[in-house]
């Protein structure tokens, strides 16, 4: 595969940054939920790479099932317009659900999806994100658990994509304008 090193701008978190920062939200997770029945619920595709880390740093027993929304499209901008392409296999009632989320940019994504999953008689809807953009942001969210704030630029890599690229970088990186301007 070609070597993308020219594409990115600057390096915001390595590889051993992310290990690193993931263990701690996960010990974080495992002492605020011990005694209860969480659901971790993965936003697809975004969020494959956190959710694979942290539910392997987690020590608890922690299900977990997925769901397909989309806002951005193929550009670099969020619409706000949620649609979703996957919906859970299971049933919220009753249950603590734990949002796993690569990145929070306008919010208009998770806002949209806090609601959505708190409607299904879901007993607690929080959210862990490793990423938040406070500039970017349109919508207050309250968000249980943050791995970084980061400056408002486009990031990719450990699963944030442009088009699609990038996803499989191991660390997160600022892509430069030149590639989507
Ligand atoms: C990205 C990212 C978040 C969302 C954040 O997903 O993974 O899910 O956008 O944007 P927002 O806070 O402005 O709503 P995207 O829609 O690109 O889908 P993907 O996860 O499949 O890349
Ligand atoms: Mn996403
Ligand atoms: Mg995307």
């Known amino acids: 595969a070609e070597d993308v090193s020219g594409e990115l701008k600057e390096i915001l978190h390595t590889k051993a940054d992310i290990d690193r920062r993931v263990?701690?939200?996960?010990?974080?997770?495992?002492?605020?939920?011990?005694?209860?029945?969480?659901?971790?619920?993965?936003?697809?595709?975004?969020?494959?790479?956190?959710?694979?880390?942290?539910?392997?740093a987690l020590s608890g027993q922690y299900p977990m099932d997925w769901m397909a929304v989309s806002s951005y499209g193929s550009g670099t901008k969020s619409s706000?317009?949620?649609?979703?392409?996957?919906?859970?296999d299971t049933?919220?009632?009753?249950?603590?659900?734990?949002?796993?989320?690569?990145?929070?940019d306008s919010g208009l994504t998770l806002s949209w999806l806090l609601s959505n999953l708190k409607s299904r008689g879901a007993n607690?809807?929080?959210?862990?994100?490793?990423?938040?953009?406070p500039e970017a942001l349109k919508v207050e969210i309250?968000?249980?658990?943050?791995?970084?704030?980061?400056?408002?630029?486009?990031?990719v890599g450990y699963g944030l994509d442009w088009a699609e690229q990038y996803r499989n970088l191991d660390c997160i990186a600022i892509l430069s304008p030149h590639v989507y301007s």
């Open 124 to 133: 607690s809807v929080e959210i862990c994100t490793l990423l938040r953009k």
């Open 23 to 56: 263990v701690e939200l996960a010990a974080e997770i495992d002492a605020d939920y011990k005694d209860k029945d969480v659901l971790l619920v993965g936003v697809l595709k975004g969020a494959i790479m956190v959710m694979a880390d942290l539910s392997r």
């Open 142 to 155: 309250d968000v249980k658990y943050v791995g970084w704030d980061i400056p408002n630029e486009f990031v």
């Open 91 to 104: 049933d919220l009632t009753g249950r603590d659900v734990l949002i796993v989320e690569d990145i929070i």
């Open 80 to 88: 706000g317009v949620v649609r979703i392409l996957k919906d859970l």
